[in-house]
Each structure stands twice: as structure tokens, then as C-alpha cells.
């Protein structure tokens, strides 16, 4: 088992840019393929990217695509995603997760999740 902390968060204007990062502690982080998520009130929970164990492919969302970046770094034990151009639709409540190497884009898949943060874009 992994264990995994977001942060970044906030409460940001359209247009603006936010940085999540998601910390790892537990088994080697080097061997899980990482993913984030988001889930807006009344919604369910959807796939926003996901990365390799090595980083080497990244995949994205079509709603996402061109303007968020999933990097990882292995040495520090940390996910990131670096969110351009936010848009009021962005506003969910952002989660990292993490399963054995393969990446994908079903949550299903995964069998460890941190608690959360927030982000919310204001129009």
C-alpha cells in the first residue's frame, strides 16, 4: 500500500493556474502508475490524466487536454499536476491515486486515494 496527501488547492479566477501535488509515503513509489481524478458536487467521480511509473506516458482527458500537466518525480515521492487556463467548470475536488504499474484512466483500477483538495473557479 501506498499513501498518498494532496495539496494545492484553492480558489482561483478563470484563467488562472494552480499546481496540485500529491505526496507518497509507504511502498516504493517508483513501481505505481499515478492518476488524478476530480469530482464536482452531483457528479460522479471522473479521469483527468494519468502517468507511467516512469513517466514516460502521460494520458489525458479530452476536457483537460492541452491545458493540465501530469509530471511525477521519483526521487521526492511525488505527483504533480500543473492546471493553465482554469475555467469554472475545472471546480471540483481534485484526487491523486495510485496502483501497480500499468497506468489508466479507470478509476476502478486504483486501490489507493488521498482525501482530496479542493479547487474552485471563480468566472
Known amino acids: 500500500q501506498v499513501q498518498l496527501v494532496e495539496s494545492g488547492g484553492g480558489l482561483v479566477q478563470a484563467g488562472s493556474s494552480l499546481r496540485l501535488s500529491c505526496a507518497a509515503s509507504g511502498q516504493t513509489f517508483s513501481t505505481y502508475a499515478m492518476g488524478w481524478f476530480r469530482q464536482a458536487p452531483g457528479k460522479e467521480r471522473e479521469f483527468v490524466a494519468t502517468i507511467s511509473w516512469s513517466g514516460a506516458i502521460t494520458f489525458y482527458a479530452d476536457s483537460v487536454k492541452g491545458r493540465f500537466t501530469i509530471s511525477r518525480d521519483n526521487a521526492k515521492n511525488t505527483a504533480y499536476l500543473q492546471m493553465n487556463s482554469l475555467k469554472p467548470e475545472d471546480t471540483a475536488v481534485y484526487y491523486c491515486?495510485?496502483?501497480?504499474?500499468?497506468?489508466?484512466?479507470?478509476?476502478?483500477?486504483?486501490?489507493?486515494w488521498g482525501q482530496g483538495t479542493q479547487v474552485t473557479v471563480s468566472s
Open positions: 491515486a495510485a496502483r501497480k504499474l500499468r497506468s489508466s484512466d479507470d478509476p476502478r483500477s486504483y486501490d489507493n
